[in-house]
């Protein structure tokens, strides 16, 4: 009883260790995100006070035209980086989470494992038959995950 009650304490402290851990990297992929918003937004205030400025100073409608094409293969080109690096932020964390996914996913077999090992162990005498059935079928059950 007491081999079970570490195991369960073990694995529970694993498992806020774990949280602990998994709560740092989504902070910090939201604080990279945040740097990007930031930093876009940096960009456009510039870019749009810097455009504001030229269009005063331009002399007449050719200028102000080529200076409205700038606008938008600026916009263009700062969307295109945006959507760029957001993605890369977006495929980091998608990966992050399928790591950590199948590592839980095999913790949770192993877990799974020792549990029906230690039922059949611990079975009384007479029902080893049934207890066989079990865990062919928790084994059935593994192979399905896999």
């Given amino acids: 009883m007491t081999d079970m009650f570490e195991r369960l304490m073990a694995a529970n402290k694993a498992g806020v260790q774990e949280l602990e851990d998994w709560a740092t990297r989504a902070t910090a992929k939201l604080e990279k995100l945040i740097h990007l918003n930031l930093a876009a937004g940096k960009t456009v205030l510039g870019e749009s006070f810097g455009r504001s400025q030229a269009f005063l100073a331009a002399k007449d409608a050719n200028e102000l035209m080529a200076l409205q094409a700038g606008i938008f293969q600026a916009l263009t080109v700062n969307s295109i980086?945006?959507?760029?690096?957001?993605?890369?932020?977006?495929?980091?964390?998608?990966?992050?989470?399928?790591?950590?996914?199948?590592?839980?996913?095999?913790?949770?077999?192993?877990?799974?494992?020792?549990?029906?090992?230690?039922?059949?162990?611990?079975?009384?005498?007479?029902?080893?038959?049934?207890?066989?059935?079990?865990?062919?079928?928790?084994k059935a059950l593994r192979n399905l995950i896999e």
């Avoid at 977006?90 to 949770?108: N, P, Q, S």
């Avoid at 192993?110 to 049934?130: F, Y």
């Fill in 81 to 138: 980086d945006y959507f760029n690096q957001l993605f890369s932020i977006e495929k980091r964390t998608v990966a992050d989470l399928a790591k950590d996914f199948k590592g839980e996913l095999a913790e949770v077999q192993t877990v799974i494992s020792d549990v029906v090992e230690n039922v059949i162990e611990s079975a009384p005498a007479g029902t080893e038959g049934t207890f066989a059935d079990f865990k062919n079928d928790a």
